[in-house]
């Protein structure tokens, strides 16, 4: 998954857009995150990680994960089992946020991108907002059949 320096992947570019090192760890769990349709677990991760030919230890990944978060490039989502899940922030989420859906039955958890928070534009004088952290409970399309 190296990408040369002419043609940068969008990982590489997003760790590079905050300033950061693009250390071969941070690129690749990124480009997983940024590929994927829905938050991953750490375990989802790493599997994935393997599935690409991708060899990094739990730790490592743990500590990329929370870097990630940190700068602002990921997020984390804990879910009904008290599992934390992670996904790419997007270019647009970065300044509006969205809501989650996790599916009672099959556990995971999608991003409702389409979904913005339109009370922050609603609040009373003097409150800013900074976050909102809005998960829906229910069955995805697979198991609602």
């Known amino acids: 998954m190296q990408a040369n320096s002419s043609n940068p992947s969008p990982a590489r570019n997003r760790l590079l857009g905050v300033g950061a090192r693009a250390t071969p760890a941070r690129e ?6 940024l590929i994927t349709t829905r938050a991953l677990s750490h375990q989802e991760i790493e599997a994935a990680a393997h599935e690409k030919g991708l060899d990094f230890d739990r ?5 990329v994960l929370d870097w990630l978060v940190t700068q602002g490039l990921a997020h984390k ?3 009904r ?5 992670f996904n790419a922030v997007t ?3 970065a300044e509006h946020g969205h809501a989650h859906f ?3 039955r099959c ?3 999608f991003c409702l991108e389409q979904m913005q928070p339109s009370f922050a534009l609603t609040l009373p004088a003097g409150f800013r907002y900074e976050k909102a952290e ?5 069955l995805c399309p697979n198991c609602a059949e």
Do not use: S
């Not at 730790?59 to 500590?63: A, C, G």
């Not at 089992?81 to 899940?85: I, L």
């Not at 809005?134 to 229910?138: E, V």
């Open 59 to 63: 730790v490592t990944l743990y500590r």
């Open 28 to 33: 690749q769990v990124l480009e997983i995150l």
């Open 91 to 93: 270019v647009t989420e």
């Open 81 to 85: 089992d008290r599992v934390w899940r």
């Open 102 to 104: 996790h599916c009672t």
């Open 77 to 79: 989502i804990e879910g």
């Open 134 to 138: 809005l998960t829906i409970q229910g």
């Open 107 to 109: 556990g995971k958890v």
